[in-house]
Every structure is written in C-alpha cells, then in structure tokens.
C-alpha cells in the first residue's frame, strides 16, 4: 500500500512503509513489547529478567521436600534420590542468593513456613486421612488454594521483589 506510514512503538515516529526500522531509535517494525522495552530500557528489562529468573531457580525449592515424602512413600527410592542431588545441585548453584535471603528474618520465615506447611500437608494426607474419605477432597481443595495463594504473594509481593533487586544491586 503506498503512503501507509507506521509510527515506532518505542519512540512514537512515524515512518515510511518500506523501511523495516525506525528511522530514529533503530527499533523494528514488528517489535513485540518485550523488544520495545530491552530497547527503551536495556538495564531495567535486564534486571527484571534476572529477577524472574531468581525466583524460578527458588521455587523447586520450596516444592523437594513435598515431592520428596511422596516419592519415598510410593518407594520410588530411586527418583528421591535423584531429586536429592537435584536439590543439593541447585542449593550449591544458588548458594549466595540462599544465603541473601535467609539475612531477612520475614522472608526466610515466609519460605519455611511454606515448604513445611505443604510437607505437614502432604504427611498428614498419607498417615491420617483414609483414601475413600471425603477429606480428600477438601485436603486437595486446601493445597491448591494453599499453593496458589503463597506463589501469587512470592511472585507479586513487595517483599520478595524488594529482597531480590537488593540481592541484584548487591551482584
């Protein structure tokens, strides 16, 4: 189509139809909002990156005690220990933000209790609750309320992000 200009959503230039590039900030045509914001702002999309990526190498941490007692109740001896050296190797890997974190009395109060409170959860469901009961139910209700309502804290509170980008100015 001649004449048909599109206008940059980094910089808000409109430019010509053939070009593929913004003529002023070099960003692409067909730039996604991922694209536009490591353009606008390289440090900051750099640091929330590493940020998510902080909090992805914590959460198979918060869950190996939990998936630990199921596997080693259903004897499946060989993939708790694997599990085991999975988490002895991301607890060596991530040793120093560990250590970062359980400087902060809340957070690291927050993450045990969470991880404890799924292991109590999951001990109680195998020792004390019959398999045709219908506490069940309720026990699965409880956990996925339980676990959603714990992971959207971690991922959105202030706490956690806070305590992370102190751990990435520290870094």
Same mark, same amino acid.
């Given at each position: 189509?001649?004449? &048909? ?11 010509? @139809? ?7 900030? =070099?960003?692409?045509?067909?730039? =996604? ?24 190498? $914590?959460?198979?941490?918060?869950? *190996? ?5 199921? &596997?080693?109740?259903?004897?499946? +001896? ?11 190797? !991301? ?5 120093? #933000?560990? #250590?970062?974190? @359980? ?10 209790? +969470? @991880?404890?409170?799924?292991? $109590? ?12 009961? *219908? ?5 699965? #209700?409880?956990?996925? !309320?339980?676990?959603?309502? +714990?992971? &959207?804290?971690?991922?959105? =509170? ?8 102190? &751990?990435?100015?520290?870094?």
């Amino acid at each position: 189509m001649k004449g &048909y200009r599109w206008t940059c959503n980094a910089c808000s230039v409109g430019n010509a @139809s053939n070009e593929t590039h913004c003529s002023k900030c =070099g960003c692409s045509a067909t730039a =996604g909002t991922e694209d536009i914001e490591k353009h606008k702002n390289p440090g900051g999309f750099k640091k929330r990156k590493t940020i998510e990526e902080y909090k992805k190498q $914590l959460l198979p941490l918060l869950f *190996s005690p939990f998936f630990l007692v199921i &596997y080693m109740h259903n004897g499946k +001896f060989e993939i708790a220990l694997l599990l085991f050296v999975a988490v002895a190797f !991301i607890i060596t890997k991530n040793l120093k #933000l560990l #250590l970062y974190i @359980s400087t902060d009395k809340k957070a690291k109060t927050m993450l045990l209790t +969470f @991880s404890c409170t799924l292991l $109590l959860f999951i001990l109680t469901r195998i020792y004390l609750i019959p398999d045709n009961s *219908s506490s069940v139910g309720w026990g699965v #209700l409880f956990y996925f !309320i339980f676990t959603f309502g +714990f992971m &959207y804290y971690f991922t959105k =509170g202030k706490r956690f992000n806070k305590l992370l980008e102190q &751990y990435y100015k520290k870094s």
